[in-house]
Nanobody
């Protein structure tokens, strides 16, 4: 089974940037579409952005368009989420998972979840 590991979270001030990484172990990531999800305290997990296996198609939630960019480097077996202009409301645990990008907004459709990485945006 595909195993994913997220990293790159931390504490950042509003307006700052972070880059999250989602690395695969045991299996190659190149055959999977991968999405980033996030879950804030007391809220449901939500899809943030998704990239197809070749990187040819990307979908993003309206709340992050123009600020977050998903990308992948299949040679490094890694998917990234570049987050710019961060806001306090972006504070959440961020997860990556394998999913069909057509359904990335439904976290129940995702599999092979990582353990998550905490992102805190605060002054």
């Amino acid at each position: 089974q595909l195993q994913l590991v997220e990293s790159g979270g931390g504490l950042v001030q509003p307006g700052g940037s972070l880059r999250l990484s989602c690395a695969a172990s045991r299996f190659t990531l190149r055959y999977y579409a991968i999405a980033w999800f996030r879950q804030a305290p007391g809220k449901e997990r939500e899809g943030v952005s998704c990239i197809t296996s070749t990187g040819g198609s990307i979908k993003s939630a309206d709340s992050v368009k123009g600020r977050f960019t998903i990308s992948r480097d299949n040679a490094k077996n890694t998917v990234y989420l570049q987050m710019n202009s961060l806001k306090p409301e972006d504070t959440a645990v961020y997860y990556c998972a394998a999913v069909n990008c057509a359904y990335y907004k439904d976290y129940n459709s995702a599999t092979s979840w990582g353990q998550g990485t905490q992102v805190t945006v605060s002054s």
